[in-house]
């Protein structure tokens, strides 16, 4: 040990833990006489202190109670009755990372669970099928409309030839439309003329052609089924409105709608019902 | 398994598993209790002349002030010195209801640190010298002994002594010289005499 520019009684005790009194440095031992009488005394001191550490050292102690610790506990317990804040602290513990802490991974897990259930193909199919079934039920207008063992609904037109001369001109746009549409040509005898010549069928405008047309073969489109019974729909409900007047004949046009089935046999009743009308038109 | 448990309460510091029992927790007290209650219990014992009922009392009034009122301790402050403290606190508030010097005096005579009968000639001679110790230190003041005790059996610092005492550390530094001088002389005629024993056995083999 080094010669230190301050000796005070501590460094007496650190001296005789470390060293005999013949092992001291001059400073030292001038230090340690100024506090002890002889050398004998040195040594006395230091085996005294020396059996003291020993037998401290090797003391093993005593326990207490354990009955102490399970009172204390139960008393911490009875005076602390917070159990949410202790469950809570335990959850935002304070000295770890923020990724760590238990709070955040139990509300990534509920977060990750939340995910998983409405992205699941049941949670997202139980919805769709029941919006895809409601879609389904206003697009299927004939299920609403047509029921399949229903008949057929039906509808007369009838064409009051005593009454007004005019037809509205909303129907010949429409019945235009389906010979266009239909490519549709009358292979019926048509009359060009009534009885007395004239025909008055209300439009403006150039006469209808005549009848004396070749025989036409009816040619249809699966496009134009669909759109000839929309167009009959239409006829039907202006028809059922319209008078003519001076109609040569009084003919009732039975227009039946039919299902998906028999759309062909309503391509040939629409042929007939465009051959009255022809008549009609051509008749004024 | 995901979830990964936080810092274990045994590596947290004394000042940080208080702040833990100031928010009620129960397993940062368990572990401060589990640190110090053999050290204050034994501290207790040679303060207390070896009563093993009053240190049992004074161990479970100390934690529990600590349950009550967690509040009482400083974090900015060591916690041991803070605790040692309270204890020496308890023994002097001990001393000054009872005149504790006169029943230690005949407690040690009847009492020893190692009552096993079955000892062997050392652990005797060990025996004896703890037995002559406790009845050199019964003489010192209770400064003295208290000091002692801090610095040889629970091995604090200089520093940590003169805080828990509340004096300075030179007075603490005299203290320990002054009472290995008086433990000297008291105990220097117990050595020479188990020398001389020693040497007679010795010399009979």
């Known amino acids: 040990m080094r010669s230190q520019e301050k000796y005070d009684p501590e460094d007496i005790e650190s001296l005789m833990l470390h060293k005999q009194f013949h092992e001291l440095y001059p400073e030292e031992k001038e230090f340690v006489l100024r506090h002890l009488e002889s050398e004998d005394e040195y040594e006395s001191m230091r085996s005294i202190l020396i059996e003291i550490k020993d037998s401290f050292s090797n003391e093993e102690g005593h326990q207490p109670d354990r009955r102490i610790k399970s009172n204390l506990m139960k008393e911490f317990s009875t005076s602390n009755q917070r159990g949410i804040t202790i469950w809570l ?120 052609t005549t009848a004396s047309a070749p025989d036409v073969v009816l040619k249809e489109e699966s496009s134009a089924k669909k759109s000839l019974e929309a167009d009959m729909d239409n006829l039907a409900t202006i ?46 | 398994m995901i979830f990964q448990p936080s810092t274990p309460f045994k590596k947290l510091s004394d000042e940080q598993l208080m702040m833990l029992v100031s928010e009620k927790n129960a397993q940062a007290f368990e572990v401060i209790y589990d640190r110090y209650a053999k050290l204050l219990y034994n501290y207790f014992l040679r303060m207390l002349r070896k009563d093993k009922e009053k240190s049992e009392d004074f161990v479970q009034d100390l934690f529990t002030k600590i349950i009550r009122k967690p509040e009482l301790f400083d974090p900015q402050r060591s916690f041991k010195t803070w605790i040692y403290s309270v204890a020496h606190n308890m023994c002097k508030n001990e001393y000054a209801k009872h005149d504790v010097r006169k029943e230690a005096h005949r407690d040690i005579l009847y009492r020893s640190s190692s009552s096993d009968e079955t000892n062997t000639g050392k652990e005797m001679d060990k025996s004896l010298f703890q037995e002559e110790l406790n009845k050199a230190l019964s003489d010192l003041d209770a400064n003295k002994r208290t000091t002692f005790e801090l610095r040889f059996h629970q091995e604090l610092s200089i520093q940590e002594i003169s805080v828990i005492m509340e004096c300075s550390e030179g007075t603490v530094k005299s203290r320990i010289f002054y009472t290995l001088k008086h433990l000297n002389e008291k105990l220097k005629h117990f050595k020479n005499i188990i020398q001389v024993v020693f040497f007679i056995l010795i010399n009979q083999l």
């Open chain 1, 89 to 208: 602290n335990s959850l935002f513990v304070s000295d770890i990372p923020f990724y760590k802490r238990p709070a955040t991974i139990v509300l990534a897990a509920i977060f990750v669970g939340v995910l998983f259930f409405i992205l699941s193909p049941s949670f997202f199919n139980s919805n769709f099928s029941g919006n895809s079934n409601e879609i389904a039920q206003s697009l299927d207008l004939t299920k609403d409309t047509l029921p399949v063992d229903a008949p057929p609904p039906t509808e007369s037109l009838a064409i009051d030839t005593s009454n007004a001369n005019v037809l509205p001109a909303a129907v010949k746009p429409v019945v235009l439309a389906m010979i266009e549409g239909n490519q549709m040509e009358i292979t019926e005898d048509v009359p060009t003329e009534s009885s007395d010549g004239s025909l008055n069928d209300g439009f403006s405008g150039a006469a209808p």
């Open chain 1, 239 to 284: 028809a059922s409105t319209t008078t003519l007047s001076n109609s040569p004949s009084v003919k009732s046009v039975s227009i039946q709608m039919s299902d998906k089935e028999s759309a062909a046999n309503t391509s040939v009743n629409m042929k007939r019902q465009l051959s009255l009308l022809d008549r009609l038109f051509t008749a004024r």
